[in-house]
């Protein structure tokens, strides 16, 4: 290999590796969602929670664009959670009351690379689905994705994946 390709192959693997970005997913999806639903009261969060507001936005239309109207009296009653923390920090499961030297990893960590563009976060959404009349969980949906700190973060599409999840049933 030419010094020329040599330096155009290493240049073009550097640029491809730039993006910390990886695309929203599905990681939990727990229940089943009533047949249909037309109605859902989703819960609005505090208006200084500026990103769970946001996110909320985002899945408010999402729901709506595939139908579902929002009502605060609706059977169906949904919560959203989210968070946003950086790549490297893990989520490990434990059991109270039983120590464990190799926990099960929830949440894989993500190290900053010498190769990377901007500093990664790992943005999860939880949406859960609760029967009004008895307060059963019907559904608890997951999606997370990795995004740069600095840039907007995925709440659009992680609310089509979360809609979209809910209504798959």
Not at 5 to 25: D, E, H, K, M, Y
């Amino acid at each position: 290999m030419g010094a020329r390709s040599w330096i155009a192959a290493l240049g073009a693997a550097c640029l491809a590796g730039c993006a910390v970005q990886s695309p929203p997913a599905i990681t939990s999806s727990v229940g089943n969602a009533p047949a249909t639903i037309t109605q859902i009261h989703l819960i609005e969060p505090e208006a200084e929670q500026a990103q769970r507001v946001a996110m909320f936005a985002a899945l408010a239309g999402a729901l709506q664009s595939r139908g579902v109207g929002l009502s605060e009296t609706a059977d169906a009653v949904a919560d959203l959670a989210i968070s946003v923390s950086p790549s490297p920090v893990g989520i490990f499961a434990s059991e109270a009351g039983k120590t464990d030297s190799e926990p099960d990893a929830l949440v894989t960590t993500r190290e900053r690379r010498w190769y990377d563009a901007c500093e990664a976060v790992r943005v999860q959404a939880t949406l859960v689905l609760y029967d009004r009349s008895n307060g059963q969980l019907r559904k608890s949906s997951k999606a997370e994705s990795v995004a740069c700190a600095d840039s907007e973060l995925p709440f659009a599409q992680l609310s089509e994946l979360l809609a979209d999840d809910l209504l798959s049933d």
